[in-house]
């Protein structure tokens, strides 16, 4: 896998568990408001994009016939100006978690992700297939990978605001 991606991807995660992991049940699990997600929410949306993610690259490889298409500029996505509705696939729960279920769930999802990767033997592939994204249209397979990192960037914005909407010590 690219350094690169890699690196973003662990830089990224950590910066979200920074923001949560000095939380209290509470806290994570407090809504804003009736029409905002919780910050226990955003990070299980953001655990089943990322398993999504997994199955959509996984399905994108064992497709036939390679189309080759236009890559995108998905850095747009991190612009939490462009509201996008999330699929129903990825809508949270609203069960309660503790601080130590979230953190377990993402470790989780992020070793699936991890394994996954470690086991496409030619990287190359992944910019030469592609599957359409439900808000990106067709994407290339290593940009689903990017997709990850730049989606959990702009939720981390979106709990950033939550908490200070809740006034939680940052």
């Not at 690219?2 to 939380?23: A, F, G, H, K, P």
């Not at 612009?79 to 989780?108: C, G, H, S, Y």
Request: proline residues 3%; contains cysteine; glycine residues 2%.
């Amino acid at each position: 896998m690219n350094q690169l991606i890699t690196d973003q991807l662990s830089e990224t995660r950590n910066n979200l568990v920074q923001e949560i992991e000095l939380l209290n049940d509470t806290q994570l699990n407090a809504r804003p408001n009736a029409n905002s997600w919780s910050i226990a929410q955003v990070c299980l949306h953001l655990i089943l994009v990322e398993e999504s993610s997994i199955k959509a690259i996984a399905w994108g490889l064992k497709q036939e016939d390679n189309k080759q298409i236009e890559r995108k500029n998905v850095h747009f996505i991190v612009d939490r100006t462009n509201k996008v509705v999330a699929p129903k696939i990825v809508e949270p729960a609203e069960d309660f978690f503790t601080v130590q279920q979230i953190m377990e769930l993402l470790d989780d999802s992020r070793k699936k992700l991890t394994i996954f990767l470690e086991t496409i033997e030619d990287q190359s592939i992944l910019a030469e297939k592609s599957v359409k994204h439900p808000a990106l249209g067709d994407l290339p397979l290593d940009q689903w990978i990017e997709q990850i990192y730049l989606h959990e960037q702009r939720h981390i914005g979106q709990i950033k605001e939550i908490k200070e909407i809740l006034e939680v010590e940052q």
